[in-house]
């Protein structure tokens, strides 16, 4: 049989052995369905029978097809209202969707691509049409998957990778802090080895970073959430990062309201951000240049009916550095965008942004990028 060959070739290319495919057939009219399901059940697929497109949207969960057949005329929701939840879906939008329809005009089929639809075929359905549909979206459903278990299987090396760096470098910061402890360093080397230091803290930090993205990623990193003085966490930060800050000739500034108040946060997380801030406008600063740091409460003035609308807290970090070109505000918080940034000569960036825009929307919050009015660049959080 054609399917049968066409499926025994996508099986050795996707490396799936013999088990057969799933394909759920969406269409109100039982004969029509039927006469799908007839077309493709005798063959080396496993064809789900499904009725409506709410019942299909339900039942996802549990079917998880390779392809869809998908009627558009349907009573309540139509196929091009269920295509384009498909669609929006995270999880669901790389499932290949044919839609087959008793309508053949142009403007038709673009209102069916604008939806999302992969494939289209026309009433009445031909045996022949059918099979080459179903074999170009199968194979198109394989590769995607295959790309997913690489890219899984990169990931998870990766995290294994940054997981075993840390035990190495956690000794080199214990011999160094030994060797400082002991006064055995002669005075002239010492600031050899406060730099030293530092940068082995900057490592640590970068990996632990990385750590956390890659929970973030797969849905494992838990928030916890607790009171956090934000202006006596930031005192905190400023003390850490101002031997960083001297040695560059930068001044570090803290601004705030001058009376703290409580935010509901992660602790941990809150203070990996403000410090990732902190060292990326320090990168950028000049010698002789003042990094503030500016937290505000955006609610405090704010009557009840307004104060759901408002962030709880506003964290700015600014610099007087070369600014941030409009076309990077907002790639540069993407892990991705900041590889291939990396790649064309800015090799400043890093994935310090994008894990504060993950911390930033893991609180519901959010993260922007602009420039200030004279000179320089400005970093916001808001949670």
Same mark, same amino acid.
């Given at each position: 049989?054609?399917?049968?060959?066409?499926?025994?070739?996508?099986?050795?290319?996707?490396?799936?052995?013999?088990?057969?495919?799933?394909?759920?057939?969406?269409?109100?009219?039982?004969?029509?369905?039927?006469?799908?399901?007839?077309?493709?059940?005798?063959?080396?697929?496993?064809?789900?029978?499904?009725?409506?497109?709410?019942?299909?949207?339900?039942?996802?969960?549990?079917?998880?097809?390779?392809?869809?057949?998908?009627?558009?005329?349907?009573?309540?929701?139509?196929?091009?209202?269920?295509?384009?939840?498909?669609?929006?879906?995270?999880?669901?939008?790389?499932?290949?969707?044919?839609?087959?329809?008793?309508?053949?005009?142009?403007?038709?089929?673009?209102?069916?691509?604008?939806?999302?639809?992969? *494939?289209? !075929?026309?009433?009445?359905?031909?045996?022949?049409?059918?099979?080459?549909?179903?074999?170009?979206?199968?194979?198109?459903?394989?590769?995607?998957?295959?790309?997913?278990?690489?890219?899984?299987?990169?990931? &998870?090396? =990766?995290?294994?990778?940054?997981?075993?760096?840390?035990?190495?470098?956690?000794?080199?910061?214990?011999?160094? %802090?030994?060797?400082?402890?002991?006064?055995?360093?002669?005075?002239?080397?010492?600031?050899? !080895?406060?730099? &030293?230091?530092? *940068?082995?803290?900057?490592?640590?930090?970068?990996?632990?970073?990385?750590?956390?993205?890659?929970?973030?990623?797969?849905?494992?990193?838990?928030?916890?959430?607790?009171?956090?003085?934000?202006?006596?966490?930031?005192?905190?930060?400023?003390?850490?990062?101002?031997?960083?800050? *001297?040695? %560059?000739?930068?001044? !570090?500034?803290?601004?705030?309201?001058?009376? =703290?108040?409580?935010?509901?946060?992660?602790?941990?997380?809150?203070?990996?951000?403000?410090?990732?801030?902190?060292?990326?406008?320090?990168?950028?600063?000049?010698? %002789? =240049?003042?990094?503030?740091?500016?937290?505000?409460?955006?609610?405090?003035?704010?009557?009840?009916?307004?104060?759901?609308?408002?962030?709880?807290?506003?964290?700015?970090?600014?610099?007087?550095?070369?600014?941030?070109?409009?076309?990077?505000?907002?790639?540069?918080?993407? %892990?991705? *965008?900041?590889?291939?940034?990396?790649?064309?000569?800015?090799?400043?960036?890093?994935?310090?942004?994008?894990?504060?825009?993950?911390?930033?929307?893991?609180?519901?919050?959010?993260?922007?990028?602009?420039?200030?009015?004279?000179?320089?660049?400005?970093?916001?959080?808001? !949670?």
């Amino acid at each position: 049989m054609v399917i049968n060959t066409i499926q025994g070739d996508l099986w050795d290319i996707a490396g799936f052995g013999v088990l057969p495919k799933r394909i759920a057939v969406v269409d109100d009219e039982p004969a029509s369905r039927e006469a799908l399901c007839a077309l493709l059940s005798a063959e080396d697929l496993d064809v789900v029978s499904v009725s409506s497109g709410r019942e299909l949207l339900r039942r996802l969960p549990e079917l998880l097809p390779d392809v869809i057949l998908l009627d558009v005329m349907m009573p309540d929701l139509d196929g091009y209202s269920v295509c384009r939840e498909l669609k929006q879906s995270i999880t669901l939008r790389h499932i290949p969707i044919i839609l087959i329809t008793a309508l053949d005009s142009m403007q038709d089929r673009i209102h069916g691509l604008e939806a999302g639809a992969d *494939e289209f !075929l026309s009433k009445p359905v031909t045996r022949l049409e059918l099979q080459a549909r179903v074999r170009t979206m199968l194979r198109i459903k394989m590769q995607y998957d295959q790309l997913e278990r690489m890219l899984e299987l990169r990931q &998870a090396l =990766s995290y294994m990778i940054v997981h075993d760096l840390r035990n190495p470098l956690a000794a080199v910061m214990l011999y160094l %802090q030994l060797l400082k402890r002991r006064g055995s360093v002669l005075p002239e080397h010492m600031r050899y !080895l406060d730099m &030293a230091t530092s *940068e082995a803290q900057k490592m640590s930090g970068f990996l632990d970073d990385m750590l956390m993205l890659a929970k973030m990623e797969r849905g494992k990193l838990s928030i916890s959430r607790s009171p956090v003085y934000v202006d006596h966490l930031l005192e905190q930060v400023r003390q850490k990062m101002v031997p960083y800050a *001297e040695s %560059q000739g930068v001044t !570090l500034a803290l601004k705030t309201d001058g009376q =703290s108040y409580p935010v509901v946060a992660d602790v941990a997380l809150f203070q990996r951000v403000a410090e990732n801030l902190v060292a990326n406008a320090l990168k950028f600063s000049p010698a %002789q =240049s003042v990094v503030t740091v500016l937290v505000e409460y955006p609610r405090k003035n704010l009557n009840e009916e307004e104060v759901n609308s408002a962030p709880a807290v506003r964290l700015s970090v600014s610099d007087q550095g070369r600014g941030i070109p409009p076309e990077d505000f907002v790639r540069m918080f993407d %892990q991705y *965008e900041a590889v291939h940034m990396k790649e064309h000569g800015k090799a400043e960036l890093g994935l310090e942004l994008a894990f504060c825009r993950m911390v930033a929307e893991a609180h519901g919050g959010r993260i922007y990028a602009g420039n200030n009015p004279d000179k320089g660049a400005i970093i916001t959080v808001e !949670l």
